[in-house]
């Protein structure tokens, strides 16, 4: 099942409010979220997170980014739109939370 960070970025790119791609980032004038795939390369993720740090905003890591957006390859996502990036936000943010807390608790 995919989750709900993964439907948002889907409902992004529909709406045309998302950005993909390293070389396409750095044409972004503003965004309020950048998604990254953890299989990003080196040299890749030192681009983004110097874009990151141009365009001030949140970065986050989701797994299986090309998947959720369309794009087999696709390694980063800019979110132009400043509700989604928040609902997106906020869901990797659950979504991690409860991984941490399940091991915890020894499941």
Same mark, same amino acid.
């Given at each position: 099942? $995919?989750?709900?960070? *993964? ?7 529909? *709406?045309?409010? @998302?950005?993909?791609?390293? #070389? ?18 080196? #040299?890749? $993720?030192?681009?983004?997170?110097? $874009? $990151? ?5 949140? @970065? ?17 996502? *800019?979110?132009?739109?400043?509700? @989604? *990036? ?9 979504? #991690? ?5 399940? #091991?915890?608790?020894?499941?």
């Amino acid at each position: 099942m $995919q989750s709900k960070a *993964a439907s948002y970025l889907g409902l992004a790119r529909r *709406a045309g409010k @998302l950005t993909l791609g390293v #070389n396409a980032l750095a044409t972004v004038k503003k965004c309020y979220l950048i998604a990254v795939d953890p299989a990003a390369s080196e #040299n890749s $993720q030192k681009e983004i997170k110097k $874009q $990151q740090r141009r365009l001030n905003c949140p @970065l986050v890591f989701l797994d299986g980014l090309g998947e959720a957006v369309g794009k087999s390859g696709c390694m980063v996502a *800019a979110v132009r739109e400043e509700h @989604l *990036a928040g609902a997106i936000e906020k869901e990797i943010g659950q979504e #991690n939370s409860e991984r941490k807390s399940e #091991n915890r608790s020894g499941r």
